[in-house]
């Protein structure tokens, strides 16, 4: 029986090199499937050499450390997804896209989500299928799309409305992250500089009070008070903010948190009808890609019940659903909750009535992509005079809580 010296992936991603022996190739690479290692070079050789070969390579073996941090991005997957979408339209079989496509991959991790991808595809399987047993790098959302491309004969048509659809949704996510980013690191700064002046420079200062026969102003001593009290118990104080979210995060995991955080949230001034029009265009953007993949409506809704982010909506979209299922068109169902502007329900009732609902969707989308940028634009501009405001605050109060004492001492001093 001849021996083969390979190389693979293990289902981490991790590279795998070994000697086994086999009566051919296609044998080993069954029996290395079997011990979750994907084939991905050979070589046949004496079991002498490659048994060297082996202990060589287990010698010299080092940890990269870049494969711990090694996973697989929504980006990683929109670009995918337009490249397989392309080399469809180009003529290129599945199989073979597939292959190209885990060659170009860079991250270990999604190769060899791809190379698993490829053998079941070969083997048979549906790409929708083979895509399901990842959830994590493909969501429910994605699968679907996927199955109905398929069943439809339209996969490449589908896979770019995918790509559309993914770059769409991380564009909104990074602009979210990029408005949010400025008034967190002010908070952390504001936070940071007031803990410093009541660490280490306050308790220097106010030291010089203790011998006062004077009664200190009620600002003075409140300062005094917490300063002992986050020098001297900074570790309960730690401990506490720890207890507390913890505990709030437990709450909200439960169904009347959840209830209950959602409902508030949608009532806040600002952050309320930003977190409305978010889940507003990805609702219409969603089942408007769904539709025009060739999703059922109902199945549409069920799926994008699951990525609004808020129980209200969800529940709102669960109870037009069944509405739905009883004959009643989606409009009248969405604006009897109250959760949808009028804007909205009227837009989806007339592509009801004309059957295009999948455009009318779209140009909500569209819409509410631009009423979401200004939003998020009118929540910065919000958020950082508020920042600098509580940093002005917070720095004026130690001031002049330790000027006030010293001009007293200074008066006193001249008298």
């Not at 003075?220 to 104080?237: F, P, R, V």
């Amino acid at each position: 029986m001849p021996a083969y010296a390979y190389t693979g992936l293990s289902a981490k991603g991790k590279n795998v090199k070994g000697v086994a022996t086999a009566d051919n190739v296609a044998a080993l690479k069954a029996s290395l499937r079997r011990d979750g290692i994907y084939l991905t070079a050979v070589n046949e050789t004496t079991a002498a050499a490659g048994a060297a070969a082996s202990a060589s390579g287990g010698a010299d073996r080092e940890i990269d450390l870049a494969k711990l941090f090694d996973r697989v991005t929504p980006k990683m997957v929109a670009s995918m997804t337009q490249l397989l979408g392309t080399l469809l339209q180009a003529g290129v079989t599945l199989p073979e896209a597939l292959a190209a496509l885990t060659d170009q991959v860079e991250s270990q991790r999604f190769k060899t989500v791809l190379t698993d991808i490829s053998e079941k595809v070969n083997q048979g399987s549906s790409l929708a299928d083979s895509m399901a047993a990842y959830p994590k790098v493909f969501p429910q959302l994605y699968v679907n799309m996927i199955r109905a491309g398929e069943a439809s004969g339209a996969l490449e048509t589908v896979l770019f409305r995918l790509s559309e659809f993914l770059e769409k949704q991380l564009e909104i996510k990074n602009k979210i992250n990029s408005a949010m980013l400025y008034p967190v690191v002010l908070a952390i700064l504001g936070a940071a500089i007031i803990t410093l002046l009541m660490v280490g420079i306050v308790p220097k200062i106010t030291g010089m009070f203790e011998d006062m026969s004077a009664e200190l102003p009620w600002n003075t001593k409140l300062l005094i008070w917490m300063s002992d009290t986050i020098s001297g118990y900074w570790w309960a104080i730690l401990l506490l903010i720890w207890f507390l979210g913890w505990a709030f995060a437990r709450w909200r995991r439960t169904e009347a948190g959840r209830w209950a955080g959602d409902a508030m949230v949608l009532r806040l001034p600002v952050v309320g009808e930003l977190v409305r029009k978010i889940a507003i265009s990805r609702f219409s953007l969603t089942l408007s890609t769904l539709l025009s993949s060739g999703v059922q409506l109902l199945h549409a809704l069920d799926i994008v019940r699951t990525l609004l982010g808020n129980v209200v909506l969800e529940d709102v979209i669960a109870k037009a659903r069944d509405s739905i299922r009883e004959g009643e068109n989606i409009a009248p169902a969405l604006k009897r909750s109250g959760q949808f502007p009028p804007l909205v329900t009227h837009m989806i009732a007339v592509g009801e009535r004309s059957g295009q609902l999948e455009q009318m969707l779209g140009d909500v989308a569209r819409t509410y992509d631009r009423e979401t940028n200004t939003s998020i634009q009118r929540l910065t501009g919000l958020l950082e005079p508020l920042m600098i405001v509580f940093m002005g605050v917070g720095v004026g109060f130690v001031v002049a809580s330790i000027m006030q004492p010293i001009m007293m001492l200074t008066e006193m001093a001249g008298s």
